[in-house]
Nanobody
Framework: QAQLVESGGRSVQTGDSLRLSCATP????????MAWFRQAPGKEREFVAA????????YNSDFVKGRFTISKDNRKSTVYLQMNNLRPEDTALYYC?????????????????WGQGTQVTVSP
């Protein structure tokens, strides 16, 4: 399986911005659908955003509300999650994941390759 390595998580304050990165082996983002999920303590893992290998994006409409943007750089084989106007409820471990094309983007079970996660903590 391709190794996914997340980075960019840290402690910030309400209203701040962060950009998470997910480095993948060469050409991974050209052949797989990629996504970000997050998991807060005591809660289930939830879908944040996804980008297909052709660049089509999808977001969790419950809480993203225009604050987050997923993108990818095919040349660098890296996926990004730009997060603006962060709130304390965004505090979670953020995971990058890869799936074969054709599976539902928002379903965690669609993804068979996961990174170790990067922690985002937002203080009031």
């Amino acid at each position: 399986q391709a190794q996914l390595v997340e980075s960019g998580g840290r402690s910030v304050q309400t209203g701040d911005s962060l950009r998470l990165s997910c480095a993948t082996p060469a050409r991974t983002v050209m052949w797989y659908n990629m996504a970000w999920f997050r998991q807060a303590p005591g809660k289930e893992r939830e879908f944040v955003a996804a980008i297909s290998r052709t660049g089509i994006t999808k977001y969790n409409s419950d809480f993203v509300k225009g604050r987050f943007t997923i993108s990818k750089d095919n040349r660098k084989s890296t996926v990004y999650l730009q997060m603006n106007n962060l709130r304390p409820e965004d505090t979670a471990l953020y995971y990058c994941a890869a799936s074969q094309p054709g599976s539902p983007a928002e379903v965690a079970g669609s993804y068979d390759n996961w990174g170790q996660g990067t922690q985002v903590t937002v203080s009031p």
